[in-house]
Structures are given as C-alpha cells and as structure tokens.
C-alpha cells in the first residue's frame, strides 16, 4: 500500500535541512554573485549530515531511502535553492557506495532512452573520450564515471589525474564547477549502470526541481498577497490567481509521481519509467513555476532585486546537467558543448 505521509525519521531529517536552508538563505544572492559559498556553511552542513544521507553506515552516512532523502533535498532547496543546489547536487556518486571527494561523471550512452553521439567509452581497462557538461564541488579526488561499453554503460572509478576539466559558463548554479570532461586514462571497472541505477540517479535528481518550485510559488504567492495595481492586490486578480493555482498543482502532481516512483523502487519493483516520468514531470513543473514568478512580479521578475530571474538560471541550467537538450543550448554554453547535445533528451 502506498503511503503519502512521512515517518518521524524522514520528517526529523526534513526539518533539519529545512533549518539550515533557512539559516543559509541570507547569503544566497552573494555566493551567486561571487560564484563561492561561504566555508562556515560548507562546515556546517558537513557537520550536521547532510551531505551523507544516501551514503550507507560503511560510509559514514544514515542509508537513508530514496524518499527520505529526497524530502530532505526539497526541503532545503526549497529554503536556498542555489546553495542547496550546489552542495548537494555533487554528491550523487554517494549513491553508489562512493566516499564524499568523489565526483559522477555520466559519459555513458543510456539516458531518458536516447543516445549520446559523443561520450565515455571503457574498453580493456582504459576509458577514453568527453562528457560535455558535468557538475562538481570542491576538492574533488577521484571520479566515478559513467562510460559505454559493448554490454552497455558501466561504472568505473579514474584518479583524479585521468580527467582534464575545462571550465564552461553557463546562465545559472554559478557556485558550481561546470566543466567538459576529456579522458583518456586506466579505470577502474565497477560493475554496470542500467534500469536500477538510473532511476537511482532520477531519484535523486528531481527533488532539487522540486525545490525551486516550491519556493518560486511562496514567493509568488506572498508578493501576489501584498502587491496592488489599480486599488487592489494583484493576487485578486484572475489572470494572476489561475497561473499560480496551476503551478501549486502541477508542483503536487510532479511530487506525487516521484513519490511513487521512491516507494516503488524502494519495493524492489522495476521503476525506471516511472522515475524517468517523474524527473521529467519535476523539469516541466519547476520551469512553469520560476516563469510563473517572473511573470507575477512583472519587470520586477527581471533585476535582482528580486531572486526570480536568479531561479529562472538555475533551472535552466540544473536541467541542462539532468541531460535536456533544449536546456543546454539555452544555458549560453560554448558551441561545442551545445554540438554534443544532439540526441540527448
């Protein structure tokens, strides 16, 4: 039977991220302005956990499951978005069994069901080839590559030597290291990278679209509450009212599928449609609700006054990292990146 409310541990760890996204809020537009974070939050969310979820007992970390984790990266994001984002975001390879230092890179040919022209490839213990558009943190050590072979994608752990970075610009996540990856090095072979875990992978992505959502509608919402135009607040107003009425469902709609998709996965149940759905569902829904907010706020939505054209980067960006062609060609990357991303979903 499926569940839609939270157990205590989920909700404790929830509220814990909650807090520190709003302790962190203030410095957002500064780290995005200056592409830093500052180091006491760096410290701090390491020290509270945060960063080690999804990494099991043997790594230091709680284990816990997808849809607790998930919770948890909402419910910071939604508080910080940026910040959250770009703390959190690199550490996917802890999905795998990876200790905190190790950067994923998806140079593997299997995404959404399409193809990568250009990528990875590990044969006889050596990998080779590009990755046009990879996200990192700090004091990355070694990498865990994603590479295509002739029996389909598989892991594979490459020192940090074996990769040459090449930093790219793109709109948004500017706190991030954004970077092309080129290798050509020995790899360690870990074992494969198919329907379990990529929807591994979905998971763990989507609720960071999730965020953005929720905060682009509060914000909407509460300047919705207060702002007036021709001697009454705009929020009165239908053609202000329905579009947010429509992003609160198509948020809950797009948190719902992924919610299935965790418990269905966590059963044990082949959920790799079903997540692939929901990371798209939580694209479609995150890019309808930082636009939305722009478009409330009206020129406001433009400057940086106001942190709605910032979130409107962010996904563009976030969602070009999460493989969507269209989203790569507008984050403002360099022509060669935007030429690899043909075929990609």
Known sequence: MFRFDWDEDSQAVAELAREFGHAAAPAEREAAESGKIPQALRTQVSELGLLDLHRSAEQGGLGLPALSVGHAVASLVQEAPTIGTALLLPEAAGLFGQPAGTALVDGGEGHLGYRRPQSLRLAGGQIAGSAGFVAFGENVASFLAIAATGDGDRFCRVEGAG???????AMGLSPLRLCRVTAQAEAEPLGPCAGPERTALFLYTAPFFHGYGRAALAYARDYAAQRKAFGRLIGSFQGIAFPLAEVAMENEAAELLWQEAAWRHAAGEDAFKLAAQAL??????????????????????FVDDHPAERWLRDVETLSALAGNRTALGQAA?????????????
């Open 333 to 345: 990357l360099a022509s060669q990146t935007r030429e690899e991303a043909q075929g990609i979903a």
């Open 163 to 169: 990769m040459e970075l090449q930093p790219v610009t």
């Open 280 to 301: 798209r569902a939580a694209k479609d829904a995150a890019f309808l609700a930082v636009n939305t907010c722009v478009g409330t706020l009206g020129g406001h939505g």
